[in-house]
């Protein structure tokens, strides 16, 4: 069941602050991830406030690096239930689990970091995660 | 991280991915609840047992860390007489 709204609403907006879009709609999730092209990172958000609390801050400081992702969009588990289950359909062979990370290029995930690969690190560790695949999938 | 609490108050593995393996040879992969007078409690938890598929321990585990856990299991208590300790997922 659904958290209050007004319980997750910074969630979101720590997200979206950084040019995070939400996709919150099937129709929304299809009509970027329906479409690859170049690298589009997926943030399965969540209300994990030990996980995703240090997962949304990392990913604030890897998408200061360089080189960047062109495109970003999160998705919140266990609110915006159509859209998280459409968007994990993109990246079926992954287990379900967050917060998450995909990273697809041309459609293709190349980089996916599970929950337990952010459990009990810090922001700064996350993003040395999130930049290397940056450096290595995003460069031109 | 070592001395870091992942969920203040509990714990240290509380709410962590680990991976126990019992005296039968079976690996388990789940989020560690607590130990009680019982045994260990798992949450979502994914099941590797030698004796039910061809696939060694290591690949199964290999699989578990690229694709994620494929949770079989909802919860586990394990009893405390583990054959192995217990280590976080990440770090296996």
Not at chain 1, 54 to 80: M, T
Not at chain 2, 52 to 68: E, H, I, N, V, Y
Request: aromatic share 8%; net charge negative; hydrophobic share 40%.
């Amino acid at each position: 069941m659904p958290y209050d709204e007004r319980l997750v609403a910074p969630m979101r907006a720590e997200l979206t602050r950084l040019d995070v879009k939400e996709l919150k709609t099937v129709a929304e999730v299809d009509a970027v991830l329906g479409d690859p092209k170049g690298t589009q990172l997926v943030f399965v958000n969540s209300v994990c406030g030990c996980a995703a609390g240090a997962a949304r801050p990392g990913l604030a400081v890897a998408l200061q690096h360089k080189v960047r992702p062109e495109a970003n969009y999160s998705v919140f588990a266990g609110q915006d239930l159509e859209a998280t289950a459409r968007a994990r359909s993109y990246f079926a062979d992954y287990q379900p689990s967050s917060p998450s990370i995909a990273l697809l290029r041309d459609g293709e995930v190349v980089f996916f970091m599970h929950r337990y690969q952010i459990e009990g690190q810090g922001p700064q560790s996350i993003a040395a995660a999130l930049t290397a695949a940056f450096d290595q999938y995003c460069a031109a | 991280m070592s001395g870091h609490v992942f969920h203040p108050g509990h714990e240290e593995l509380h709410g962590v991915t680990v991976v126990v393996q019992d005296a039968e040879g079976r690996t388990y992969v789940g989020r560690y609840h607590e130990r009680t007078a019982r045994g260990i409690l798992m949450h979502d938890v994914a099941v590797h047992d030698p004796a039910a598929t061809p696939m060694s321990a290591a690949d199964w585990l290999a699989r578990q860390r690229k694709f994620g856990v494929q949770i079989s299991q909802r919860h586990v208590m394990l009893p405390g007489d583990l054959a192995g300790g217990i280590r976080r997922l990440i770090d296996v």
